[in-house]
């Protein structure tokens, strides 16, 4: 039942009424109203539209930790710069010195939302306050903050989430909420260094710094669309539960999975990778543009921007979103080779973004060629459903092969709506006969207008390599089970197998009748082996249990089995009994061929 809004509009009023009671409030969560979320997963939809049509937006990374820059007493610290006081072990008071230095006049939030608007981002997340405790806000909760420790006195957050409104810009906020090496009591991943002025009761923390800057952060400037929380170290529910609340401060706010005590928030947040799959629900992949994400004057290892327009369309292909990052300077600065990237993804952008707003994941599992994304149709409108293929390998034949049945309404280049291209079902898929040249170097796109659903073409069966094995990759099987998916990046393996109806299947042609022999690459944790699992090719059965590997991969020959038929089949990995968390991390299974005597 929907709440009526004159309701929720009181309970708004009466959460920011007693949130600006100060302590008492922050002291007893009990008078705050439980947050259970009555959401309807149409209400749910409508709170995520803007976000899932973006698919692209802009992470800044920019605190003190610029003032080091990945550098202290004159040697360089390894990892990633905002880090640098964790890494290099920083007294609190030492690190706290960098303030007296920051003064970073040359920043212009205006020209930076135009920045992230050139390249085509539709919303910004800022570290309010990252693990340094140090507040890019000014903040009434601790004197360590930006406006009040440094010469600039100015608000880089209020001039930002102005400049925002002014360009329609959505804004968020990130914030680490357990983890503060400044403040007394707050958690440090790794534990303490300067226990003299780090260690003290993390609830007190919680009461008097990290509740009040969420306040703060969700009150002062507006509308805010996102709060992007990171790290729950030492987070237990109860701590969580002081926190949680306040996210109904701003409506429509979107949160991720970093809150802790069980919150599992709106979305996943792979980071630094791309999931070999999607994920069942919202997701955003997080990446930096070089190695890190604060500023580190010497980190010049950046991404090409080819790089970056590919992996914003395998994202877009798996339907998350892509959080790309920059880390300004000291003086306020971004850095020359993260604008020149920006400004190449824009160009890209301005002629291909309709292949990647509020576009869905691609309807093939994989395409040799490039990537695919989709948007459905409306009859009613008149308005064709759309697959738009991104073309990385432009084909030197002028066919490009799709993998469906059936074929398409109409095809076209984006770059040329007017063109029509000739489309040939064939066994292998729909031929598009395009021009000889690519009309980008980096990705061009081909639309098919479609009258209804895609009906993809399975891959084809799995046959044996030169050397007479036959190899199945986890990414190659057809998976049955909510929660069993392919996670990795360049390493993948099955993972989420808790269910004894969850299993993998691969379509496979034997060509040789005989004796095979079984291996898989698995990992199962200590304490978590034993459990039964079959493996069937054909009508034929093998049965065997899992063996501990101390959760490395391990390649464990199960056994053996007689195939008397050949052509096509299917083989099965389907667990009987799971006696750990999930039956185990599987990367691949082999049938090898034994010489029989
Ligand atoms: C965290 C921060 O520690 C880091 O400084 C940066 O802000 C990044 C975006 O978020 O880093 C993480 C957080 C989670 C994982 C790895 C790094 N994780 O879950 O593997």
Same mark, same amino acid.
């Given at each position: 039942?929907?709440?009526?809004?004159?309701?929720?509009?009181?309970?708004?009023?009466?959460?920011?009424?007693?949130?600006?009671?100060?302590?008492?409030?922050?002291?007893?969560?009990?008078?705050?109203?439980?947050?259970?979320?009555?959401?309807?997963?149409?209400?749910?939809?409508?709170?995520?539209?803007?976000?899932?049509?973006?698919?692209?937006? *802009?992470?800044?990374?920019?605190?003190?930790?610029?003032?080091?820059?990945?550098?202290?007493?004159?040697?360089?610290?390894?990892?990633?710069?905002?880090?640098?006081?964790?890494?290099?072990?920083?007294?609190?008071?030492?690190?706290?010195?960098?303030?007296?230095?920051?003064?970073?006049?040359?920043?212009?939030?205006?020209?930076?939302?135009? #920045?992230?608007?050139?390249?085509?981002?539709?919303?910004?997340?800022?570290?309010?306050?990252?693990?340094?405790?140090?507040?890019?806000?000014?903040?009434?909760?601790?004197?360590?903050?930006?406006?009040?420790?440094?010469?600039?006195?100015?608000?880089?957050?209020?001039?930002?989430?102005?400049?925002?409104?002014?360009?329609?810009?959505?804004?968020?906020?990130?914030?680490?909420?357990?983890?503060?090496?400044?403040?007394?009591?707050?958690?440090?991943?790794?534990?303490?260094?300067?226990?003299?002025?780090?260690?003290?009761?993390?609830?007190?923390?919680?009461?008097?710094?990290?509740?009040?800057?969420?306040?703060?952060?969700?009150?002062?400037?507006?509308?805010?669309?996102?709060?992007?929380?990171?790290?729950?170290?030492?987070?237990?529910?109860?701590?969580?539960? #002081?926190?949680?609340?306040?996210?109904?401060?701003?409506?429509?706010?979107?949160?991720?999975?970093?809150?802790?005590?069980?919150?599992?928030?709106?979305?996943?947040?792979?980071?630094?990778?791309?999931?070999?799959?999607?994920?069942?629900?919202?997701?955003?992949?997080?990446?930096?543009m070089?190695?890190?994400?604060?500023?580190?004057?010497?980190?010049?290892?950046w991404k090409s921007g080819e790089k970056l327009i590919r992996t914003l369309?395998?994202?877009?292909?798996?339907?998350?979103?892509? *959080? *790309?990052?920059?880390?300004?300077?000291?003086?306020?600065?971004?850095?020359?080779?993260?604008?020149?990237r920006?400004?190449?993804?824009?160009?890209?952008?301005?002629?291909?973004?309709?292949?990647?707003?509020?576009?869905?994941?691609?309807?093939?599992?994989?395409?040799?060629?490039?990537?695919?994304?989709?948007?459905?149709?409306?009859?009613?409108?008149?308005?064709?459903?759309?697959?738009?293929?991104?073309?990385?390998?432009?084909?030197?034949?002028?066919?490009?092969?799709?993998?469906?049945?059936?074929?398409?309404?109409?095809?076209?280049?984006?770059?040329?709506?007017?063109?029509?291209?000739?489309?040939?079902?064939?066994?292998?898929?729909?031929?598009?006969?395009?021009?000889?040249?690519?009309?980008?170097?980096i990705?061009?796109?081909?639309?098919?207008?479609?009258?209804?659903?895609?009906?993809?073409?399975?891959?084809?069966?799995?046959?044996?390599?030169?050397?007479?094995?036959?190899?199945?990759?986890?990414?190659?099987?057809?998976?049955?089970?909510?929660?069993?998916?392919?996670?990795?990046?360049?390493?993948?393996?099955?993972?989420?197998?808790?269910?004894?109806?969850?299993?993998?299947?691969?379509?496979?042609?034997?060509?040789?009748?005989?004796?095979?022999?079984?291996?898989?690459?698995?990992?199962?944790?200590?304490?978590?082996?034993?459990?039964?699992?079959?493996?069937?090719?054909?009508?034929?059965?093998?049965?065997?249990?899992?063996?501990?590997?101390?959760?490395?991969?391990?390649?464990?020959?199960?056994?053996?089995?007689?195939?008397?038929?050949?052509?096509?089949?299917?083989?099965? *990995?389907?667990?009987?009994?799971?006696?750990?968390?999930?039956?185990?991390?599987?990367?691949?299974?082999?049938?090898?061929?034994?010489?029989?005597?």
């Open positions: 039942m929907k709440t009526p809004s004159l309701f929720r509009l009181a309970v708004i009023l009466a959460i920011v009424v007693a949130l600006f009671a100060g302590r008492a409030l922050a002291a007893d969560t009990s008078a705050m109203p439980a947050i259970v979320s009555n959401e309807t997963s149409t209400q749910r939809d409508a709170r995520m539209k803007w976000w899932r049509e973006a698919r692209f937006g *802009l992470f800044i990374h920019w605190g003190l930790y610029a003032i080091p820059a990945g550098t202290w007493q004159g040697k360089p610290v390894a990892g990633i710069g905002e880090w640098i006081m964790n890494r290099g072990k920083i007294p609190v008071a030492d690190y706290a010195k960098f303030a007296a230095e920051f003064n970073p006049v040359k920043f212009d939030a205006d020209a930076w939302v135009r #920045l992230a608007q050139g390249a085509g981002m539709k919303y910004i997340i800022i570290t309010s306050k990252h693990h340094d405790g140090f507040a890019m806000f000014r903040s009434a909760a601790s004197p360590f903050n930006i406006y009040d420790a440094t010469p600039f006195k100015r608000d880089p957050l209020q001039e930002l989430a102005d400049a925002c409104r002014k360009h329609g810009m959505k804004l968020g906020f990130y914030y680490s909420q357990a983890q503060d090496w400044h403040h007394r009591g707050g958690a440090a991943s790794g534990g303490h260094w300067d226990k003299a002025a780090q260690d003290g009761d993390m609830d007190a923390y919680l009461h008097d710094i990290a509740v009040p800057q969420v306040k703060e952060i969700l009150t002062k400037y507006g509308p805010i669309a996102v709060l992007w929380w990171d790290t729950p170290t030492d987070m237990t529910r109860e701590r969580a539960d #002081l926190l949680a609340p306040l996210i109904k401060l701003q409506p429509g706010l979107i949160t991720n999975n970093r809150l802790g005590g069980g919150y599992e928030g709106d979305t996943e947040t792979p980071e630094n990778k791309v999931p070999a799959t999607g994920y069942p629900r919202d997701w955003e992949a997080c990446m930096t070089n190695d890190t994400w604060g500023f580190k004057s010497y980190d010049d290892n369309i395998d994202i877009a292909s798996k339907g998350g979103n892509y *959080l *790309l990052n920059v880390g300004p300077t000291a003086a306020g600065e971004i850095p020359a080779p993260s604008v020149e920006l400004q190449q993804v824009g160009v890209w952008m301005k002629r291909n973004s309709e292949s990647i707003y509020a576009t869905t994941a691609s309807p093939f599992r994989r395409l040799e060629w490039g990537r695919a994304t989709r948007k459905s149709g409306d009859a009613a409108a008149g308005r064709p459903g759309k697959l738009y293929l991104n073309v990385f390998a432009w084909p030197k034949d002028g066919a490009l092969i799709v993998p469906m049945r059936g074929t398409a309404k109409k095809a076209y280049l984006l770059s040329a709506p007017s063109v029509a291209l000739a489309l040939t079902p064939s066994p292998a898929g729909l031929r598009v006969t395009v021009p000889a040249a690519a009309p980008d170097p990705s061009s796109v081909v639309v098919l207008e479609v009258a209804g659903p895609i009906d993809p073409l399975p891959p084809p069966p799995i046959t044996a390599g030169g050397d007479g094995v036959i190899a199945l990759g986890c990414d190659d099987a057809d998976l049955s089970g909510k929660a069993l998916r392919v996670e990795g990046n360049t390493q993948l393996n099955l993972t989420g197998w808790n269910s004894v109806e969850s299993y993998a299947q691969w379509d496979v042609r034997i060509e040789r009748p005989g004796t095979y022999r079984i291996a898989a690459l698995y990992a199962v944790p200590s304490g978590q082996g034993g459990s039964d699992f079959n493996v069937t090719v054909g009508a034929v059965s093998l049965a065997t249990k899992t063996e501990v590997t101390g959760g490395s991969f391990k390649s464990v020959v199960l056994g053996t089995v007689r195939v008397e038929e050949t052509g096509p089949t299917k083989v099965t *990995l389907r667990p009987a009994k799971i006696s750990g968390a999930e039956l185990m991390r599987l990367r691949s299974l082999t049938l090898q061929p034994v010489a029989t005597p």
